[in-house]
């Protein structure tokens, strides 16, 4: 499932492509035939993102909602011939200008709803890491819960009332390079380590926006932080990681067996021996 960084680079491209013009809007599939008529023509105002939702605001205050669940893509096609692109597989939503075509495919959410719709939803998600400048993105919002739950670190983190954005690949590695233990109830987790996490969190999912990778390993974070810095081109060929997907391998740090177990819903992967800390 697409994490916070990949929904909030989608929200700055479409606003890049759209704000300002008023794209034919259209249902190829059909399933969204009748949402697609409420905007079609109408100018677009700009699109944001909160956690893995995508709002594009239309002027008369209409907004596209999206989540792209498991399985969905929002693809934005800039070449000069995109007013002609033919359709491809199951579309359930197309923006169309003559510069560009964007397809939405298989997603969770596709509705046009009002922005107190807008509200209500934003008001069940936790703070996103990616919207600091946002009153509503704020870490304490985060430990009230945190430390009033029974449940595993590892699952609440990947509950999006507690935090927006994150899933199962920053849970992982986020837990793993601050050495915190994943089974550690919400109430055993200190204040300090909480907020450990979220200036992690902080400082991680830019480089994710910036290079559409989940960096995580110290080195590959500082080049590219260091990249953004100087305002160079970031360009990172693989991705590496230090548990995530690592099951059975030897730990980057420690050499003990890399284990991997369901946690909510997810392979949570973690190394027993450099996790200990609550
Ligand atoms: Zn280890």
């Known amino acids: 499932m697409p994490e916070g960084h990949t929904l909030f680079a989608l929200a700055r491209d479409l606003d890049t492509a759209f704000a300002g013009t008023s794209p034919t ?3 190829p599939q059909g399933k969204f035939a009748h949402g697609a008529s409420l905007i079609s023509g109408t100018e677009v105002e700009g699109a944001t993102s909160w956690g893995k939702h995508l709002f594009v605001d239309f002027v008369g205050d209409r907004v596209l909602w999206v989540h792209l669940g498991l399985i969905g893509t929002f693809t934005i096609d800039t070449s000069s011939y995109a007013g002609e692109l033919p359709v491809v597989g199951q579309v359930r939503c197309r923006f169309a200008t003559e510069d560009h075509v964007a397809d939405l495919r298989g997603p969770m959410v596709c509705d046009v709803v009002t922005p107190e719709k807008v509200d209500e939803v934003l008001g069940r998600l936790g703070p996103d890491p990616l919207r600091l400048t946002d009153v509503r993105s704020d870490p304490d919002l985060a430990w009230t819960r945190i430390h009033r739950s029974r449940k595993p670190i590892a699952e609440l983190l990947m509950d999006q009332a507690v935090l927006a954005g994150v899933g199962n690949v920053y849970r992982s590695e986020v837990l793993f390079r601050l050495r915190v233990n994943p089974f550690r109830p919400g109430t055993a987790i200190k204040r300090s380590t909480w907020q450990a996490i979220w200036d992690d969190l902080v400082a991680l999912l830019p480089l994710g926006v910036a290079t ?5 390993i110290h080195d ?17 060929d693989s991705r590496d990681s230090y548990v995530y997907k690592r099951a059975g391998e030897p730990c980057l740090v420690c050499g003990s067996r890399i284990r991997t177990e369901v946690v909510a819903g997810r392979n949570l992967f973690w190394c027993g021996n450099c996790q200990r800390r609550s």
């Open 212 to 216: 559409s990778k989940i960096v995580t």
């Open 25 to 27: 809007v259209t249902s």
């Open 220 to 236: 590959q974070v500082d080049e590219v932080a260091r990249a953004l810095e100087e305002g160079g081109d970031v360009r990172l």
